[in-house]
């Protein structure tokens, strides 16, 4: 190996067998006598449940079960909520309604068939057995604040927490404004669509009293615990095993109702047991993403300085508590000082019941909202006092010399430089010359918006005392006798890229081929325990505990090495995959390293390669101490045999990545549609592994901010019957609302970590929807708009534009 892998566009080598149709979902797992499970799911948004006839269903042949919420209630544990916050009230949810159906598509009874096609016949059979009491829908969190309705009738209101954050004065920070800017803010609801919906196939040996649970998810550890507990089953005799994934978005960062049922079915059939959800099922049943409804007050002196930012939010929790779900409102008032230096922050937030599906993790998860909260307001700053929204940014940013630099909201950053970021991006998008040429375009009636947006997000989400179940990431390397690397990581990825980039870090570190390399996630069988990925954790924290894993491997081959060649440990040198004994004399005497042969072009370790103290080597390949490793016969007294390393990294703080994101839209004036006509982003999450990656996540990132921004939301009728419930009804953007990306960055290392990565994975999301919907609005200013909420349909512009 000649050249460093690490800081490289190497293409994922996870995509062959992707790309080619190669690649096992849980659907793909076929498994002798499967079962086949499919749901009765709530048709109202909010009904007692008075009674349930089965009667039918069981008649059909080929029906083996049907399963009701009665019948399982005291033997299934609940839905497991791991956010805990001061009075937060705590539904029971169990895995099927008992006595009441809380939303559209709330699973009510389970139907297990010798096929699908039967178990879905038989679940439609089953409809009119269902009966119900319809009670009243609350359909918004003003609504359920404001209405006696209660969906939880042991709680005195639909109030889950109320909670209050932030530091500084903050009435002294107001007094002292010379105005104050406020503004309301909605935040749509949002479907996650991953790619592929979820799955889930159990497996029960009663012979063995063993459970493996195959699940599309993005925690396999975590899961196995909580589904050990729910289920009863010891969680040493549990496995959860996670094929590929087809995406996740924060909506697999969870457990849900169907994991432990499916697992508790197989159980007591001591059959396998097999439902993958349609996509109608992913929309009513899945976790939702935003909603959030608030106002956000600013104090401003007439220069653009900031002196304090009050945001009263109301969250839309949905029904009940998923995993995270009442934490996700409290990230949003982590980050709402953003890129600034604002003195004082407060956040009121009232997290709210409502019949509607749950509310949780959706990319960025509370971050996108405080962005969109700051980066709107500093252009709402900026027409307030007739200031260039440039100059307001540069106004308030703190110096990078101030890093680490602590906000108002209790967090400190780790290292930055936004006026960088920002200077790139303009530079790079000719910002002056856009204003020019949107000057012209005017004055010819063309109706031309710019918006940019300067972010900070937090990443890599750890340390464990700032988190529900811990913050560590785990690894262990492994040398196999035949030379060839393994990489097991409890990261887990689901798509992200880690199967190669942590390949790229442990390549360079032990000197070996990429292709030597192989990391193995998602299979609590084979991995040590570990947190999953989210939270752009993965590379930060997991990456990091790859490579400390291998630093500590390195020291055990050291010692090895210098038994074999007869000198001393700390005499060694270590170089392109080779320990050597006088190398490192030679080098240090004329500057230079020997030349090595590239190790993995041939077999490695083969018998009679070991190397004997009286051969008269002065070096050896890190494979062929693997091998004498592992036959024992020539190891230093004390020495355990075997080479091989496990760490688990414990960060110290998160890692905050930042960027800015410059948007150019033109408005149609005869549809309303907004064209982005260019996009310019220039990120900086710290040292890049690999600048493809990082790209594609950009990339990423953008194209679902354009879909908050311009198309998507998730829409409840009156009575709280689900329209949007299909990708006929819920809009995505396509390949065909795409710009060209014009990509670039800066590199700020954090100092958190020794690898100096921060995370990327979000950063799309959280800079884009707020320098698109800045760009809309200068575009519509003409028009006196100073604010429009998403999603920016043409029809809503349309009407502005025609008054």
């Known amino acids: 190996m000649a050249d460093k892998y690490v800081g490289k566009r190497i293409k994922r080598t996870e995509d062959p067998r992707l790309i080619k149709g190669l690649a096992h979902y849980v659907d793909d797992i076929r498994l002798p006598d499967t079962l086949h499970v499919a749901f009765v799911r709530s048709i109202y948004a909010h009904a007692r449940i008075t009674g349930i006839d089965t009667t039918e269903a069981l008649k059909m042949p080929g029906v083996v079960a049907v399963y009701t919420g009665k019948d399982i209630a005291e033997k299934v544990g609940p839905v497991p909520c791991a956010a805990a916050l001061p009075g937060l009230k705590v539904p029971d949810y169990r895995v099927l309604a008992t006595n009441k159906a809380l939303f559209v598509g709330h699973p009510i009874a389970a139907v297990v068939a010798t096929d699908m096609y039967t178990a879905r016949d038989a679940a439609e059979v089953m409809y009119p057995g269902v009966m119900v009491e319809e009670l009243p829908f609350v359909g918004t969190p003003i609504d359920g604040v404001n209405t006696n309705t209660l969906l939880h009738e042991h709680f005195e209101d639909n109030i889950a927490y109320k909670l209050t954050s932030g530091e500084g004065d903050i009435d002294a920070a107001m007094k002292a404004a010379d105005r104050i800017v406020s503004q309301e803010m909605i935040h749509q609801r949002l479907a996650p669509i991953a790619m592929e919906p979820r799955g889930v196939l159990a497996r029960y040996f009663p012979g063995e009293e063993e459970l493996t649970v195959w699940s599309s998810t993005q925690i396999p550890h975590l899961l ?17 095993i996670t094929p590929e994934v087809g995406g996740g978005f924060g909506s697999k960062l969870n457990v849900y109702a169907e994991e432990a049922l499916l697992g508790w079915i197989s159980v007591q059939l001591g059959k396998p047991v097999k439902w993958i959800e349609s996509r109608r099922e992913n929309v009513q049943a899945t976790i939702h993403g935003r909603a959030q409804i608030g106002t956000v007050e600013v104090g401003v002196k007439n220069d653009g300085t900031i002196t304090g930012l009050r945001y009263n939010v109301v969250a839309d929790l949905g ?8 934490a996700i409102p409290t990230l949003t008032g982590l980050m709402l000082s953003g890129a600034y230096r604002i003195p004082a922050i407060q956040m009121n937030v009232t997290g709210v019941f409502t019949n509607k599906m749950s509310t949780d993790a959706y990319r960025g998860a509370g971050r996108p909202e405080a962005t969109y909260v700051v980066e709107r307001v500093m252009d709402i700053v900026a027409r307030e006092l007739n200031m260039d929204p440039i100059e307001v940014r540069r106004k308030n940013f703190p110096a990078a010399s101030e890093f680490p630099f602590h906000v108002a909201t209790g967090l400190d950053y780790d290292s930055g430089d936004y006026e960088g970021a920002l200077a790139k991006a303009l530079d790079l998008s000719g910002y002056q010359e856009l204003r020019d040429e949107q000057k012209k375009a005017r004055e010819n009636g063309r109706l031309i918006g710019i918006g940019l947006s300067s972010y900070v997000e937090i990443c890599a989400l750890g340390p464990s005392q700032a988190m529900p179940a811990g913050g560590w990431e785990s690894a262990t ?43 193995i996630h998602g299979d609590t069988g084979i991995v040590q325990y570990g947190i999953g990925t989210f939270g752009s954790r993965a590379t930060a924290v997991g990456g990091t505990a790859v490579l400390i894993a291998i630093q500590k491997l390195k020291e055990k081959a050291a010692k090895i090495a210098a038994h074999m060649l007869q000198c001393e440990a700390s005499g060694m040198r270590f170089e392109a995959g080779c320990y050597s004994r006088e190398e490192a004399a030679a080098a240090a005497a004329t500057g230079k390293s020997e030349p090595v042969v590239p190790v993995g072009e041939g077999p490695a370790g083969a018998l009679n390669d070991i190397p004997t103290p009286t051969n008269g080597r002065s070096k050896l390949t890190i494979q062929e101490i693997a091998l004498a490793a592992h036959i024992a016969k020539e190891l230093p007294p004390d020495t355990e045999p075997g080479l091989s390393a496990t760490y688990f990294f414990e960060p110290k703080n998160f890692t905050f990545p930042f960027g800015t994101h410059v ?3 033109e408005i149609d004036k005869d549809t309303g549609e907004t064209k982005i006509i260019r996009y310019v982003a220039v990120d900086d999450c710290g040292k890049v592994i690999n600048p493809l990656l990082v790209d594609g996540q950009v990339h990423g990132g953008i194209v679902q901010s354009i879909g908050q921004a311009l198309y998507e939301e998730v829409i409840y009728d009156e009575q709280g019957q689900l329209i949007t419930g299909e990708l006929m009804d819920y809009a ?45 609005v200068d575009a519509l200013s003409p028009y006196g708009v100073t604010h429009i909420d998403m999603p920016i349909r043409p029809e809503k512009v349309w009407k502005i534009i025609n008054g």
């Open 319 to 326: 029904a009940y508590h998923q995993l995270l779900t009442p």
């Open 224 to 240: 196995r615990t909580q589904l050990a507990l729910m289920i009863g089953i010891p969680e040493n005799k549990l496995r959860v």
């Open 732 to 776: 995505l953007p396509r390949a065909s609302n795409m710009p060209w990306f014009e990509l670039d960055r800066t590199e700020t290392p954090s100092p958190v970590n020794p690898l100096g990565v921060k995370g990327v994975g979000e950063a799309g999301t959280i800079g884009a929807t707020p320098a698109i919907v800045n760009a809309v």
């Open 477 to 519: 390397v492994r040398i196999e006798p035949t030379g060839k690397v393994t990489v097991l990581t409890g990261a887990s990825p689901h798509g992200q890229g880690q199967e190669t980039s942590f390949a790229q870090i442990a390549a360079d570190e032990l000197g070996v081929d990429l292709h030597d390399v192989t990391v």
């Open 663 to 665: 948007c150019v839209v």
